[in-house]
């Protein structure tokens, strides 16, 4: 079983910094891609940033220069960190992994969600 645990999110202001960590747990043979995505009520949940086992990231053309994915490999834990927010960022954000637990046997984890709001 693969458990991701978020935490971080909150409350800020437009223009306002704030940071996301996702710690991933479990016993598996590789993690292919993780990385964060988020959903509005009423919306689909969306891609925020990802990373690839290879080291490739992607961003949410949103997002874009703003928002930085960062891996720690040892410890298995992913930090987003989200600076010149804007109002449309409020969602909440989800942590994902997914991978193979053995040689054939894949798996598509998800935290449990954080919230993050930008108002003033």
């Known amino acids: 079983q693969v458990v991701l645990v978020e935490s971080g999110g909150g409350l800020a202001q437009p223009g306002g910094s704030l940071s996301l960590s996702c710690s991933i747990s479990?016993?598996?043979?590789?993690?292919?891609?993780m990385g964060w995505y988020r959903q509005v009520p009423g919306n689909e949940r969306e891609l925020t940033a990802t990373?690839?086992?290879?080291?490739?990231?992607d961003y949410a053309d949103s997002v874009k220069g703003r928002f930085t994915l960062t891996v720690d490999n040892i410890r298995n834990i992913i930090h987003l960190q989200m600076h010149n927010l804007k109002p449309e960022d409020t969602a909440v954000y989800y942590c994902?992994?997914?991978?193979?637990?053995?040689?054939?046997?894949?798996?598509?984890?998800w935290g449990q969600g954080t919230q993050v709001t930008v108002s003033s």
């Open positions: 479990g016993n598996v043979f590789h993690i292919d891609v």
């Open positions: 990373v690839t086992r290879n080291g490739n990231m």
């Open positions: 994902n992994a997914r991978g193979y637990l053995t040689t054939w046997e894949q798996f598509d984890s």
